[in-house]
């Protein structure tokens, strides 16, 4: 079956530094692919929709200078969290869909970040 | 605009007995889709069954069934003969059916299977 494959499973980083994330779809290409954000014992929120060849529609309250988007080919979209801080640390998690199926939607395994 | 509710934040059950999880949805468009996910403490989401809003019939998928109620506007998830590594947190999501459009998600259910 179709593979989102996110990458790196965990990060631990200083204060003030930048971290990127990638998601990759292995065998299917995602125009669209999204972002999620997970506190502990919480449902996940979602951030913003990266569209290739487009800039991401973030959703409000989400800082889109803070939280880069590049969606730069079918199989590849990149969040880089810029400057990172304590509050910054949660779960990430991204999401493609395969082709205009609606139930064909695929999750990556996440990224645990840390910020020191 | 669309919203999931989810009412029990957790769960325990016994081992082999089955198990069902409650959701409920709310939403204006006429045709959308129904999911649910099992989330472990590794943290991936794993797609367990989908229900589109006009299928015929419930959705199943081994273990898994959707005890779908459109008129009630609910979309609970049965897991018969449950086991040890069904224990984990349980997400009920929907989204519209066409378009590329993001899921909503409800606040889960931790499920804990007691052997």
């Known amino acids: 079956g179709a593979v989102v494959s996110q990458h790196p499973s965990r990060v631990i980083c200083k204060s003030g530094t930048s971290v990127k994330i990638e998601c990759r779809s292995l065998d299917f290409q995602a125009t669209t692919m999204f972002w999620y954000r997970q506190f502990p014992k919480q449902s996940l929120m979602l951030m913003a929709t990266s569209n290739e060849g487009s800039k991401a529609t973030y959703e409000q309250g989400v800082e889109k200078d803070k939280f880069l988007i590049n969606h730069a080919s079918l199989t590849l979209s990149t969040l880089t969290v810029t400057s990172a801080h304590p509050e910054d640390s949660s779960f990430y998690i991204c999401?493609?869909?395969?082709?205009?199926?609606?139930?064909?939607?695929?999750f990556g395994s996440g990224t645990q970040l840390s910020v020191l | 605009a669309q919203k999931i509710t989810q009412t029990q934040p957790g769960m325990f059950v016994q081992e082999k007995e089955a198990v069902t999880l409650d959701c409920t949805y709310d939403?204006?468009?006429?045709?959308?889709?129904l999911f649910w996910y099992k989330q472990p403490s590794s943290g991936e989401m794993i797609f367990l069954i989908y229900q589109g809003s006009y299928d015929q019939q419930n959705a199943t998928e081994g273990r898994y069934s959707l005890n779908f109620q459109k008129a009630r506007k609910s979309a609970n998830l049965v897991i018969s003969a449950s086991q040890l590594g069904d224990s984990a947190m349980y997400f009920c999501a929907m989204r519209p059916r066409f378009g590329n459009e993001k899921l909503t998600f409800g606040t889960g259910t931790r499920l804990t299977i007691i052997p």
């Open positions: 939403t204006s468009d006429p045709s959308y889709g």
């Open positions: 999401s493609a869909t395969l082709g205009r199926s609606n139930e064909k939607l695929f």
